[in-house]
């Protein structure tokens, strides 16, 4: 297989041995980018801009934090996050604390009133947008967006590697498929590259090889159960004992265990 700059951390990642090679590879990014966030990143205008818009999730806030090699970097971060946040927090209750006490202050008919009628009143519509803003803080996180990004443009390469290089098609097969959430973001790559004739093609072959390794891993904890009956005491673990783990990966993708 002739590699290219842009093709080698999938073809390198496919040399895994692993359940899902897309963690493999999504790990990878995730901890270079958890150690330029906390270096690099700092001295960079456009990305502290974006880090006090968005902020991080739960996740990467715990992996930047447990990382223990930038704390004051980290502080710097979440402090010009929190001065963006306060700010606009603190505008919006400005703007509406008049009107929340008024309505706080209505007579018993006029809430009855309030309650049954289609119009939200002012203090409702501030809930609202407060509602709205946080629900969105949420689903932004800096780390998320970038890694996004670029599996969706790993998944592309996997996708033109497996039609034009046998070498890798026939690596890609005899790998042990995804977890259940690279699953979906390789079907939503299907979707989203292929051609319709490829696209059945390409998923009649992923989800034979998905199928006979969830089966497969399915057996594996099925075993890890039956050694604790007294009937199998004895017998081999097979490839049974860190089941229980591969198995949680499997379904929800990689997860950072005590092991």
């Known amino acids: 297989m002739k590699e290219r700059i842009y093709t080698i951390p999938v073809s390198e990642a496919f040399r895994q041995d692993c359940e899902c090679t897309l963690c493999y590879l999504e790990k990878k990014l995730e901890d270079e980018e958890i150690e330029y966030y906390l270096g690099p990143s700092l001295m960079e205008p456009d990305h502290r801009k974006e880090t006090n818009e968005t902020g991080f999730c739960t996740r990467h806030y715990e992996l930047l934090y447990n990382r223990q090699e930038n704390t004051l970097g980290l502080a710097l971060i979440i402090e010009t996050h929190l001065a963006d946040l306060n700010t606009f927090i603190t505008k919006e209750y400005d703007r509406a604390e ?34 709205g803003f946080l629900k969105n803080l949420e689903s932004k996180c800096s780390i998320c967006k970038k890694l996004d990004f670029t599996m969706d443009r790993y998944i592309d390469v996997m996708l033109y590697l497996w039609f034009t290089e046998d070498d890798f098609r026939e690596l890609f097969n005899s790998k042990k498929g995804f977890c ?8 939503e790559g299907v979707q989203k590259y292929l051609t319709p004739k490829q696209k059945a093609i390409f998923v009649n072959n992923l989800m034979k090889i998905q199928t006979e390794n969830l089966a497969r891993i399915q057996d594996e904890v099925n075993w890890f159960t039956r050694k604790f009956d007294y009937r199998y005491k004895d ?5 049974s004992k860190d089941a229980v783990p591969r198995s949680i990966e499997k379904i929800t993708g990689f997860c950072r265990f005590n092991r």
Not at 235 to 239: E, I, L, Q, S
């Open 235 to 239: 017998a081999p673990w097979k490839n």
């Open 98 to 131: 008049k009107k929340l006490i008024e309505d706080s202050k209505m007579s018993f008919a006029a809430d009855i009133k309030n309650r049954i009628t289609s119009k939200p009143t002012e203090s409702e519509q501030y809930i609202d947008k407060m509602v």
């Open 180 to 187: 259940l959430l690279h699953l979906r973001k390789v079907l």
